[in-house]
């Protein structure tokens, strides 16, 4: 059984724009598409979106809202956001994240045991001190 991704939202970003990946990532996406839910991203990426358009630190061709919908008519599944893992997300072990949203996507993948992509240099710590399961994208 394929172990699901959660894309954080750089990785979200990029795979919506058809942006290069690295070889693992693509790799890693090309095994878990043919599985039903084996893809999914965080609804704090829709905040996220929502936070980077409002700044104009990224322009969409759509709005935040439609971009999302978007995201999950492609196929990517919404993950759970349950308030047990916003709870957990205050509790992450050894934590030096500090971006409420990287928190949450952490205890996200920690609790429904997702492998997380990203490039974010903070949580590719965390997962490398063992915390998490990280696929560099």
């Given at each position: 059984?394929?172990?699901?991704?959660?894309?954080?939202?750089?990785?979200?970003?990029?795979?919506?724009?058809?942006?290069?990946?690295?070889?693992?990532?693509?790799?890693?996406?090309i095994e878990a598409d043919?599985?039903?839910?084996a893809i999914l991203v965080s609804p704090i990426t829709a905040w996220e979106i929502g936070i980077l358009v409002a700044r104009r630190r990224i322009a969409l061709s759509r709005d935040?809202?439609?971009?999302?919908?978007?995201?999950?008519?492609?196929?990517?599944?919404?993950a759970p956001m349950p308030p047990e893992i916003l709870v957990a997300s205050s509790f992450l072990p050894d934590s030096?994240?500090?971006?409420?949203?990287?928190?949450?996507?952490?205890?996200?993948a920690r609790a429904m045991n997702y492998r997380l992509m990203t490039r974010d240099g903070p949580l590719l710590d965390y997962a490398a001190a063992g915390h998490l399961a990280a696929i560099r994208c």
């Open positions: 059984m394929i172990r699901p991704i959660l894309l954080d939202t750089c990785a979200a970003i990029w795979i919506s724009q058809g942006d290069d990946l690295s070889a693992p990532a693509d790799n890693a996406l043919s599985t039903p839910g935040p809202t439609a971009w999302f919908h978007a995201l999950i008519g492609a196929g990517i599944e919404l030096a994240l500090r971006d409420p949203a990287d928190r949450i996507l952490a205890a996200t």
